[in-house]
T-cell receptor
Framework: EADIYQTPRYLVIGTGKKITLECSQT?????MYWYQQDPGMELHLIHY???????EKGDLSSESTVSRIRTEHFPLTLESARPSHTSQYLC??????????????FGPGTRLTVL | GQQLNQSPQSMFIQEGEDVSMNCTSS?????WLWYKQDPGEGPVLLIA?????ELTSNGRLTAQFGITRKDSFLNISASIPSDVGIYFC???????????FGKGTKLTVNP
């Protein structure tokens, strides 16, 4: 059973606001990921991290930023939210290692609506 | 980038029927994963496959890692209403840290 948490689960905000989506895992996983997903659609990787102080951009361009100061914590920040940022944001983590490091465990997601 | 072709895109079945879905690729994968996602929730890992030819079961679910390493299938036996959701396959290739996801199979089960 995966222990990965995201808060808030739902967020409705106005355009121009700064927001931070929280993601924490208690499994001691080195690798963490952020995906963006529209309802019923495929997942798009927007950020990932292989460990503390390591962050990389994913395949889908995003105006968000991330930080990794602690192993268990991987927050995502939008400096100025816009309606085009409305989506579901999913956080995931995986352990290091040649084989099992491929297996990602997902949090419950944050559903963001920007008005 | 690499793509996984997942089919079918959607399925409408009667309760009690068996279900089969698959993912294929033109490239070799080292790991195949199957997830289920309910509306408004994150994907939940169902089965992980790490070896070509591997056949793994999880209750009524069975998945196989294709012998060519380019495909995988997921079977659900005796479907029930709570099987409703979107099923995603995902694969990992050597030389990349990222997972490649299929576009999902939406399953509807009629009671």
């Amino acid at each position: 059973e995966a222990d990965i948490y995201q808060t808030p689960r739902y967020l409705v905000i106005g355009t121009g606001k700064k927001i931070t989506l929280e993601c924490s895992q208690t499994m001691g996983h080195d690798k963490m990921y952020w995906y963006q997903q529209d309802p019923g659609m495929e997942l798009h990787l927007i950020h990932y991290s292989y460990g503390v102080n390591s962050t990389e951009k994913g395949d889908l361009s995003s105006e968000s930023t991330v930080s990794r100061i602690r192993t268990e914590h991987f927050p995502l920040t939008l400096e100025s939210a816009r309606p085009s940022h409305t989506s579901q944001y999913l956080c995931a983590s995986s352990e290091s290692g040649w084989v099992f490091g491929d297996t990602q465990y997902f949090g419950p997601g944050t559903r963001l609506t920007v008005l | 980038g690499q793509q996984l072709n997942q089919s079918p895109q959607s399925m409408f079945i009667q309760e009690g029927e068996d279900v089969s879905m698959n993912c294929t690729s033109s490239s070799i994968f080292n790991t195949w994963l199957w997830y289920k996602q309910d509306p408004g929730e994150g994907p939940v890992l169902l089965i992980a496959l790490y070896k070509a030819g591997e056949l793994t079961s999880n209750g009524r679910l069975t998945a196989q890692f294709g012998i060519t390493r380019k495909d995988s299938f997921l079977n659900i036996s005796a479907s029930i209403p709570s099987d409703v959701g979107i099923y995603f396959c995902a694969g990992h290739q050597g030389g990349s840290e990222k997972l490649v996801f299929g576009k999902g199979t939406k399953l509807t089960v009629n009671p």
